[in-house]
């Protein structure tokens, strides 16, 4: 079915169909609302998710612009244990802060959040206060990583020796508040891409990226030459 054509659908079909499609979860192992082309209608995609229960889709491997509402309930991400990308949606400031606690909760050492096989992550316009790496790096499986428009709103990341231990591909965007970006020795030791663009506050490269052995290729998008003469000091 054409994305084109989502908003002629009515509310009743749409909910058939989605329902038709996820009553043998076994089948369905890539799901993905595209918000954006149906005429960037966040109602359609919460109206969607509000009545999936996520938790039930024990074999889905993919979700993408799925909303951040749908993932509190009854502990549903942690269910899905095959799944390998995840893209959330997020709705309002309150739904980043309670996912935000779950993330930083007393059992952060068993990612209470974000499940072990996850190895592909983008986290946009999530508003994220606290320094989200101390959680991702702690992924075992996680090779991708896209940090985007916004996703933290803190001035310093560290990046800790040991972690991110399969991530090969990171891009940092659009993160306007990160001064300084720490990287131990050991750090993402299998990182082969790297790309950062308009981080314009950010006072240079980190140092611990000499140590990243892996690193192929390294991208700097400058949108101001006094942010290029930084990062090239």
């Known amino acids: 079915m054409c994305t084109h054509c989502v908003m002629t659908l009515t509310w009743k079909m749409v909910h058939c169909l989605f329902t038709q499609s996820f ?3 076994h089948v369905a192992r890539a799901i993905s609302v595209d918000v954006t082309v149906a005429c960037k209608s966040r109602g359609i995609s919460a109206l969607i998710w509000s009545h999936i229960q996520i ?3 024990k074999d889905i491997e993919t979700l993408k612009d799925i909303t951040s509402s749908a993932l509190i309930p009854h ?35 068993s990612l209470q959040f974000l499940p072990a096989s996850l190895t592909k992550l ?27 428009y916004e996703a933290y709103y803190g ?41 950062i663009e308009r981080i314009r506050n950010l006072e240079m490269t980190p140092e611990g ?6 690193l192929k290729k390294l991208s700097i998008t400058c ?6 003469e930084k990062l090239g000091s």
Request: charge should be neutral; charged fraction near 20%.
């Open 209 to 214: 990226l000499k140590f990243v052995t892996m």
């Open 122 to 148: 983008i986290l946009w316009e999530s508003g994220l206060e606290k320094d989200p790496m101390p959680a991702l790096e702690r992924l075992p499986n996680l090779r991708f990583l896209n940090m985007s």
């Open 23 to 25: 009553s043998n979860s």
């Open 55 to 57: 938790d039930q889709l």
């Open 155 to 195: 001035s310093q990341m560290v990046c800790s020796a040991y972690g991110f231990p399969k991530l090969e591909t990171l891009q940092l965007s659009s993160l306007l508040h990160v001064r300084n970006w720490i990287v131990k020795n050991g750090a993402m030791s299998s990182l082969k891409k790297l790309h």
């Open 75 to 109: 502990d549903a991400l942690n269910k899905l244990t095959d799944l390998r990308c995840l893209g959330i949606h997020y709705e309002g400031t309150d739904d980043v802060r309670r996912i935000s606690e779950s993330m930083y909760s007393t059992s952060l050492h």
């Open 223 to 228: 949108t101001d030459s006094s942010f290029c």
